[in-house]
């Protein structure tokens, strides 16, 4: 009997030795793709990040109701809109110090922000909200990011040094009325849609609005023909949303990226001069400019981003060059009057849904250095034709797929290459003749998005059977 009470206190000793361990969620509790956690199943209170998270997309755990503390990973840099929206119990995030962008409404309606008392509420670098109340406010060093609507109407700012920033997210000042001086330096490189909407500095600003190192804020003024200052070198988003006043717009050389929306639904806007120098055209930048005619990129060009000229419906060529150029989803969607479009040989690759719904585009000339396009690039456009060479990428991946031409050259369109067709773009190039935007596109034959004597000679070659 002695023994078997000798056993059973061992084995008690033993079962008070194991550690109490608090439930964490399980890694099948995530939806993760390529580092980026796109939703969140899983109903612990507790979470933890896997290791392999860099990014929580867009809503990941909005709404949830259960959770209250969340550790990051410690490669975690980046959290998206409203990923943490309506989490009503979250109280606690451990392990921010990685996280260098959130974005808008993310902690919205969690104690985690409504219920912190730091004047400055952070995350790793990222500055979430103002709690003070001084009128002269100056950000603490180690803050590089003011989040979205970070100072949202705070009417007792006068004014605010952004001396260590590098972003200012959308509505950061939003309806700061009393804001009228802002203190900034070249290190600042973005700033969002209404960042100082409704204050007394923006109110205070002339024609063109800049802030750090030519970075174009906003655009106030009234004429119709607008030329951007040389010493603007980034166009920030929004800048010129829904302007209906302005027609004509020259862009430096010295500005290299036009953000997002930047000329969204300039409904006049008939005529853009780009200038060697552009790298950049960010998302939607152009969307909507229902005047725009013709459309010419620099050779410098490296991205034309998401639906950057959808809905164009008045554009019915483009001449679109760069340099290693990536043009994304849905650039040229809906442009309902798109006949004819010239990629010059420095497009390297073209995004599925480029031209999506262009009922009316029949031409399309694509180089042997495009190497990357799918029958996806033309959805539902249902008359268009593939000019390329026979031996070119886009030749074997189309075949079958749209309609292909060979016929590089053809500026006469009688379906075949002749000396004739040389003639007819030395015509073209003196000004004798005006081709249609169809003979344009066949025009090109050597691929540089720009129909010159070069052409002439390139047919003669392709004639000669020397190309």
Known sequence: MKKLISVFCAILVLVCMVPVITAFSADTDFVIEDGVLTNYVGEDKNVVIPSSVRVISYRAFAGNKNIESVKFSDELYSIGDEAF????????????????????????????????????????SVLLHYNGASSNVTIPDGISVISAYAFLSNTSINSVNCESIT???????????????????????????????????????????????????????????????????RIAPNSFYTNKSIKTVEIPSSVFDIGARAFMGCSAL????????????????????????VLTTPNTLSKIGKGAFAQCAGISIAFVDGDSLLIDYGAFAQCSSLESVL?????????????????????????????????????QCNNVTVICKEDSFANSTLLGKVNISNNVGDSNLDGEVSVMDATLIQRYVAGIT??????????????????????????????????
């Open 343 to 379: 990629l010059s040989n420095n497009v390297h690759a073209v995004g599925s849904d480029t031209f999506f719904e262009c009922n009316n585009l029949q031409y399309v000339n694509v180089s042997e250095d495009t190497i990357g396009i799918s029958a996806n690039t033309f959805a």
């Open 270 to 293: 008939s005529d853009v001069e780009f200038n060697s120098g552009l790298v950049m055209i960010d998302d939607e930048a152009f969307a909507q400019c229902s005047s725009l005619k």
């Open 167 to 233: 972003h200012i997210g959308e509505g950061a000042f939003y309806g700061c009325t009393a804001l009228s001086d802002v203190i900034s330096t070249k290190e600042l490189v973005y700033v969002g849609p209404d960042a100082f909407y409704n204050t007394a500095w923006l109110n205070a600003q002339s024609d063109f609005v800049t802030l750090g190192d030519g970075l174009l804020v906003a655009y106030k003024g009234s004429g119709a023909d607008v030329v951007i200052p040389e010493n603007v070198k």
């Open 85 to 124: 929206y309506g989490c009503t119990s979250l109280k606690s995030i451990e392990n921010a110090d990685s996280v260098r962008y959130v974005g808008a409404l993310s902690f919205v309606d969690t104690p985690f922000l409504s219920e912190a008392t730091d004047e400055f509420v952070t995350l790793g």
């Open 434 to 467: 005006q081709p249609s935007n169809q003979s344009v596109a066949f025009c090109d034959a050597n691929f540089d998005a720009n129909v010159s004597i070069i052409d002439a000679t390139s047919v003669q070659r392709i004639v000669a059977k020397l190309d």
